[in-house]
């Protein structure tokens, strides 16, 4: 490190105050990248990898990036997880004496970086855990969404309410397992303890938002959660160097909203499908029609967290009405076609990093506005009516816009074309002296021409020299003597005349001083327009709200949805429902709807059987969408429904490997099990699909009887249970409000046909060998498989207490004699009153009853003998 050049001096000085982010050192028109930086870079963004040699320092490897493209550059950066500073030229190379003055104005991290999905927010999260209680702030620089709250919940399902692109935590909990292991996946940014001290976050947030005290926002108190809130202000401070544009503290009312955990949002597939985590597949995939990125990032919210409140539901569902009404959603979406994504322009004006196309584009939105009120000027008190009037018309706005920013203004803001003429008399003055000399140069040309007598003359200009005449190799003997000469080419010379500098100071003089006025002019309009920020932003929600509420009204009509009756019953009652995601796929089939009965009394519980692929995951889905669409306030595909409101909906839902994470599919099952058993209400909605399945048979019968059990006795919570163990259809028989249905099949010789109905009652089949025949095994394996059940069937346990699995009827034929037909396992398994029963059961005509009648007939009666209280 010894003689290094002023250049690479400061440098390294910048370098070492952000050792752990990639630097992009402004250099002229370049970013330029050295050193280790470099070596990086030029594998991530596959540019090539040079080296600066000069002589005096040791060579250094180097790339670079055209200052114009950089934003690309540095997002493939982002997303192969480096953080990016951007080192920028703060001083005029022509002012500067020596070394011109660089700074890095910012630092970009993933959760800081514009998001390549604009209907996706770019949230930073960042919390802070006391005790039981999480405190969180979650923010989006991009839009000025700035979120905090408190919640005893896991911190995974926090976390995945907003998918935050990065996270901030304390640097203390890093490797705390209960931290860490939520967090797998996450780009992560510890951060000093000091930072999330609650004194300092205190204070840090009061000197942000410039306020007195939080009560206004009505977080006053709540100390975890303004620890998490001011470390994070402080952290996008030092980054952003104070160019942010929050203007006010949302807190989350958690109370009014329907808690939806990481498990339930990735089993019902809400805003991503399951197979590869594209949104095509999931609801948000059907709901999602919406025109402006803020009405998509919006509606995402809303399935993110439906409502619980009543009368929000229905503000909502009366808006869709209305909307609805003579085709009002058409019209309005025409209109927001024309409108941008005005809450992120109006964050990056109030920042100053909006250039004049993006003003010019705010304009264009504004004028639509008018329109937009005139649509919603309806007469009776609605959502409606109250957007309207969150909606200003942004009059002055526009017409200063219109009148000051001229019609094709270049992205660069340094190189003049922004102001109209007409706008400022400076700006049109020097645009005309500019203008005048230049055609004066021009006319020097044919001026020279005719003087000279040199056909070939040219007036030409380079950086280097300015204006200059060039006369080629053969009429050099003309030129006459006032020329000055400046330059030799291969082909020629190039001289200059004193008429010639004299009107090009005059061009150059004009011209710079027009872009420096003109930068001038344009940043007092935009920090002008910068006054409204709040206003526009008020603006931009309701005008997002109606965006999500019209592409509900669009979906509703396109898909042929109801309006759901929501209230605070416990009854759900659906009529041919259907699977908004399923029905809109091409299965071969077509859908088939079917009805939902669910209460807090005799129909609390329902046991779903049938075979595998009958429909029964479809149905439970399809039950807890419903009620989803109809919180968020959203029409429904069924014909007819009602929703006693649910205040979470729980999912335990097949068997989802996490074997990444180190635990078993059975040790993930039970601990998402438990979660529900510890949390659900009477309220809620619980989902079980094939509980205990990960482990053996009995095992697993016994726990999900158990856990059936205790959601009837304990919980009431509205409950789905399929099962593929038809033992558990015993239910019905020892415990009120359980109720069993199946989804029908027909048997077709070894066949089944699958009818997707669901119908009252158990099965006493799973079907399985059939389903296996669908699948194609071979009908060798199906024989053999046959013969296996037949024994497991016949008595499922030898002597020894082990599975007769490897019986065989031929070296057995003894053993054939006995035999019922009736599985005694399966009816003793749970309950010890069973022989009076088979008696009973025994002197009925059985021969005219199907399997199925004759097993309710069973049950019947086997209610009536036991005990049951009611
Ligand atoms: P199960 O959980 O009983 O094994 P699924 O619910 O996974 O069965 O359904 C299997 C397949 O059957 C689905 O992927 C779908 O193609 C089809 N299916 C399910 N329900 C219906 C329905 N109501 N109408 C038409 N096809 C259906
Ligand atoms: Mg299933």
């Known amino acids: ?65 055209p200052y114009f493209t950089a934003d690309t550059y540095i997002a493939k950066m982002i997303k192969a997880g480096y953080k990016v500073a951007l080192c920028e030229q703060v001083e005029d190379p022509r002012e500067a004496k020596g070394i011109v003055k660089r700074e890095v104005v910012n630092v970009f991290t993933p959760g800081t970086f514009s998001p390549e999905d604009p209907r996706e927010n770019n949230y930073i999260m960042s919390f802070f855990l006391k005790e039981n209680l999480i405190g969180i702030a979650v923010a989006d620089i991009t839009t000025g969404e700035f979120l905090v709250y408190e919640s005893i919940e896991d911190l995974r399902d926090e976390i995945s309410r907003f998918e935050p692109k990065e996270i901030l935590l304390p640097l203390s909990l890093k490797n705390n397992p209960l931290a860490a292991d939520n967090l797998d996946g996450f780009y992560l940014t510890p951060y000093d303890d000091l930072h999330f001290d609650y004194l300092e976050s205190y204070r840090a947030l009061l000197k942000h938002f410039r306020v007195a005290s939080l009560d206004g926002y009505g977080c006053e108190g709540m100390v975890v959660a303004v620890s998490a809130a001011g470390a994070l202000i402080n952290y996008l401070e030092n980054n952003q160097k104070g160019n942010l544009s929050f203007k006010k503290i949302n807190v989350l009312r958690r109370a009014s909203c329907m808690f939806l955990d990481a498990a339930t949002l990735r089993n019902l597939e809400i805003t991503k499908n399951v197979r590869d985590g594209d949104r095509d597949g999931s609801l948000l995939g059907i709901l999602d029609e919406t025109i402006t990125p803020m009405g998509g990032r919006l509606l995402r919210s809303w399935l993110h967290r439906p409502l619980i409140e009543l009368n929000e539901i229905k503000l909502r569902q009366d808006a869709i009405d209305i909307l609805l009404d003579n085709k009002r959603y058409s019209k309005l979406r025409g209109l927001l076609k024309g409108i941008s994504d005005i809450e992120r322009l109006a964050s990056r004006i109030s920042f100053g990093s909006a250039n004049a196309r993006d003003l010019l584009s705010l304009k264009a939105s504004l004028k639509i506005v008018p329109e937009i009120k005139q649509l919603l000027a309806l007469h009776s008190d609605n959502l409606l009516c109250d957007l309207n009037r969150q909606i200003d018309e942004f009059f002055d706005a526009v017409n200063l816009i219109e009148s000051a920013i001229a019609d094709n203004p270049p992205i660069s803001l340094k190189d003049g074309g922004l102001i109209k003429t007409g706008f400022n008399r400076d700006v049109d003055e020097l645009r005309q002296i500019s203008g005048s000399a230049r055609d004066f140069i021009a006319a020097i040309e044919a001026k020279e021409r005719q003087r000279t007598g040199i056909n070939s003359l040219k007036v030409g200009y380079n950086r280097v020299f300015g204006y200059y005449i060039e006369i080629t190799k053969a009429n050099l003997s003309q030129v006459p003597a006032d020329y000055i000469r400046k330059q030799t080419l291969a082909g020629g010379e190039r001289f200059i005349t004193p008429e010639l500098k004299e009107y090009e100071a005059k061009v150059l003089g004009a011209e710079d001083r027009l872009k420096n006025l003109e930068y001038e002019i344009f940043q007092e309009v935009r920090l002008k327009i910068s006054g409204e920020t709040e206003r526009l932003q008020r603006a931009a929600l309701a005008i997002a709200t109606l965006d999500a509420l019209s592409s509900l009204a669009h979906v509703a009509e396109k898909y042929n949805y109801a309006r759901p009756l929501v209230d605070d019953g416990d009854t759900i009652h659906i009529t041919e429902g259907r699977h908004p995601v399923l029905e809109r796929m091409h299965l071969g089939e077509r859908f088939v709807p079917n009805n939902a009965l669910l209460d807090s009394g005799d129909n609390n519980i329902l046991v779903i059987t049938g075979p595998n692929m009958a429909g029964k995951s479809t149905y439970m889905r399809q039950i807890a969408l419903i009620v989803l669409m109809a919180q968020i306030g959203s029409f429904v595909p069924a014909e007819n429904a009602r929703v006693g409101y649910v205040d979470r909906i729980y999912t335990r839902i097949g068997a989802s490997d996490v074997i990444t994470k180190g635990q078993s599919t059975f040790m993930v099952e039970m601990t998402e099990t438990a979660n529900i058993l510890n949390n659900a209400t009477e309220r809620s909605l619980i989902i079980l699909d094939e509980v205990g399945r990960g482990t053996s048979t009995f095992d697993g019968i016994s726990i999900a ?145 199907t399997p199925i009648e004759a097993l309710n007939k069973l049950y019947e009666m086997r209610r009536k003998l036991s005990d049951k209280p009611k």
């Not at 630097?23 to 070596?39: H, I, K, P, Q, T």
């Not at 000069?54 to 670079?64: I, L, N, Q, S, Y």
């Not at 296996?788 to 699995?805: D, H, M, Q, S, W």
């Open 1 to 65: 490190m010894s003689e290094l050049t002023p250049l690479m001096r400061q440098y390294s000085e910048i370098k070492s105050n952000h050792p752990d982010s990639i630097l992009f050192f402004r250099l002229g028109d370049f970013y330029e990248m050295f050193g280790e930086d470099a070596v990086i870079a030029s594998r991530t963004l596959q540019i090539a990898l040079t080296t600066r040699d000069r002589g005096k320092e040791a060579p250094v490897p180097m790339c670079g990036v």
């Open 705 to 849: 009887w158990a856990v059936a059990e205790y959601i009837a006795r304990q919980i009431k919570a509205r409950t789905l249970f399929a099962t593929h163990y038809h033992e558990l259809t015993e239910l019905a028989l020892v415990l009120n409000g359980v109720k069993n249905f199946n989804i029908a099949v027909k048997e077709w010789g070894d066949e089944i046909i699958f009818l997707r109905k669901i119908e009252e009652g158990p099965t006493n089949k799973s079907y399985g060998i059939q389903v296996a025949r669908l699948a194609g095994l071979p009908e060798d394996i199906l024989e053999r498989a046959k013969e296996i059940l037949y024994n497991l069937e016949r008595a499922e346990l030898n002597e020894l207490g082990a599975p007769k699995i490897a019986y065989s009827p031929q070296a057995a034929d003894k053993s054939r004699s006995f035999g019922t037909g009736f599985r005694k396992s399966q009816l003793d398994l749970f309950t010890t009153q069973a022989d009076p029963v088979i008696k009973e059961l025994l002197g009925l005509d059985i021969l005219n009853l």
